[in-house]
Each structure stands twice: as C-alpha cells, then as structure tokens.
C-alpha cells in the first residue's frame, strides 16, 4: 500500500495535460471541491467516509479521469488506495475526510493516479493494475527454456512449443540413444527457420554417474546388518544377487570403488538405502554392512558424500554427446 510521502503531489500534477492542470490548479477548484462535498454531506457533520467520499471524489475528480476510473475493475481499489494512503490511518482505521482537506485529497488522488500508472486518464483501464503479456518474443528479456525428451520431441510437439514462447530446447543426454539427438536437432532447426523463430539448443551433459547394475533376477532385499560383497562386475553376467551388489565396469565407478575406505557410508537410490564399508579386499571389491535396509532394484544411484573420487568432470560419454 502506499504511503502519503510517496506522492510528490505538486510534481506529479505538472504531468496533467495543460488545460486539466490549469484547471485543478486554479483558486476556483477548491470552491468546487467544497461545493461538491457540502452536495454528499446533508447532515454537516464537514466529514465524509466509505460511500459518500467515494461519490463525492468521484464527482469533484475532472470528467476525463472519473469516467476512465468508472470504466474499469479497479475504481473502488484505487479509492481505497488514496484514502487511506492520504489520511494515513490503516487498514484497520477509520478513514474519513475533512471539508477543509477534501480539495487536497481530491489532488493528492490525481497524483496517486499518475504516480501508480504512470499515465493520464487517457490510457487508464484495467489493464494497467496488471503487466501486460509481451507478444513479441524478441523483446522478451526472460527467456523460455523446455526441457525436449522421447514424449515432446515428435514432429507434432516442437512447433507447438516453439509457438508456446520456447526460446532454448534442453536435451538431457542422460536420456540419449542412439539416432536421437541426430534426428531432433535438425527438426528444431527447420521448424525455428520455418516460424521466423531464433531458437537455442542446449545440451545437459550428464557428467559422472555412479548406478548399481543389473539384476540377475528379482529385486534384492538389503536386511540391516547383513554383510555383503559391493564391487565391480567381475564379467557380464555378474548382475546383483542376493549377497553381492555390483557396478559396471567405467572408469568413474571403477574410481569410486578404488576411493573407498573401511568406515565410508555409501548411499543407494538417493539415500533411501545405506551400506557401510568394513573392509576393502581390493581395488575393485569391498565388504559392506546393510545400516538402512530396503529393495533394492536395477541401476539405482550411488552416492559417496565423504569420499573425494578420482575422475574427470568430462566422461567419455560426455564428449561424445557433446562431438
């Protein structure tokens, strides 16, 4: 809400076009203005509040602004606004206005007007309580960034969202397959030229990642306390088993197993699971103990908080998806 000392009232009516400030400016005015609060004050209390001010502003106000403020949703907002910004009182207060201050209350409206939307009554309407929606996506300073995977980037979807506002399509190479990549960013490309769009791609690289592999069979429960092997596939048919959970062979997760030491916590599937290492047999093999139980299924994530890994922020994915 505002305050009255937001309002330079003198300053901000100069703003008035010519013939509306010589107008309110003139001696004449607060006759007017006192003439039209006498008007809406039968009982000559020489105070007015709630309906009567509101009638009595409106009616005192040039006919420019009181029709531009009748026409619009915000009329009653916006007498709210100035008379208990103008009389200071709170929300919680009981705003009223003197015979003697109405014609300053009058001005101090005029300002308030000018000084929250920044126009005159020519362009007051509605709209103006609102920022309107920029259509020209050039000017746009924030741009739309959409994520593109297998269920959006069919020929259909890429125009519709180019259409939507999308300024950079992301393509997570978490996600990438063979051809994928190959087949989208052409099709992004045309569609942006054919729709006089400047579109970005952008490529997430996927970084390391450290996933348990593959199960040999169903989900393996992980009992609290039990003790098991953790390691790398010793060949490809060494999947999770009962027993022995491992990894396949890269050279991030062969780094992250070289790292660990006797007393590490390693955390599976974001934490939901938690093992312990009690004993490190080789670069590639530990003993683990089960501190937080739970099923365990196919590449789940691992991660090792206390344990600083050996390995390039770059993997060999990583530039392949970026070449």
Request: one cysteine or more; hydrophobic letters at 40%; a neutral charge.
């Amino acid at each position: 809400m505002y305050a009255r000392e937001d309002v330079n009232v003198g300053k901000v009516l100069q703003r008035l076009p010519k013939s509306i400030r010589e107008k309110v400016l003139a001696d004449a005015f607060l006759d007017q203005c006192w003439t039209v609060f006498k008007k809406h004050d039968p009982f000559g209390r020489e105070k007015l509040e709630g309906q009567n001010l509101w009638k009595a502003l409106l009616e005192a106000l040039p006919e420019n602004f009181r029709k531009a403020i009748l026409s619009n949703q915000y009329g009653w907002s916006l007498q709210q606004d100035s008379v208990y910004a103008f009389t200071n009182c709170g929300r919680a207060g009981e705003p009223s206005v003197s015979l003697i201050k109405f014609p300053e209350y009058v001005k101090f409206t005029l300002a308030l007007i000018m000084h929250k939307y920044g126009a005159n009554a020519k362009v007051l309407d509605c709209k103006m309580a609102l920022k309107p929606q920029e259509m020209d996506h050039s000017m746009r300073k924030t741009k739309v960034v959409a994520s593109l995977g297998p269920a959006s980037w069919s020929e259909e979807m890429i125009p519709k969202m180019i259409e939507a506002g999308t300024d950079i399509f992301r393509l997570n190479c978490s996600h990438r397959r063979d051809g994928d990549f190959e087949r989208v960013y052409p099709l992004i490309r045309r569609f942006a030229k054919d729709m006089g769009r400047k579109v970005e791609v952008l490529g997430d690289l996927q970084g390391p990642k450290f996933r348990v592999g593959e199960l040999a069979g169903e989900p393996v429960p992980l009992i609290e306390g039990e003790i098991l092997e953790f390691g790398i596939c010793k060949t490809d048919d060494d999947h999770i088993r009962p027993g022995r959970i491992t990894m396949k062979s890269t050279i991030e997760q062969r780094a992250l197993v070289k790292a660990a030491k006797p007393g590490i916590d390693l955390l599976i599937e974001d934490g939901l699971m938690k093992v312990n290492v009690v004993e490190k047999l080789s670069d590639t093999e530990l003993k683990v103990k089960v501190v937080r139980g739970g099923k365990l299924k196919a590449r789940k994530g691992v991660n090792v908080p206390d344990v600083e890994i050996d390995c390039a922020a770059l993997t060999e994915k990583d530039i392949e998806d970026a070449e």
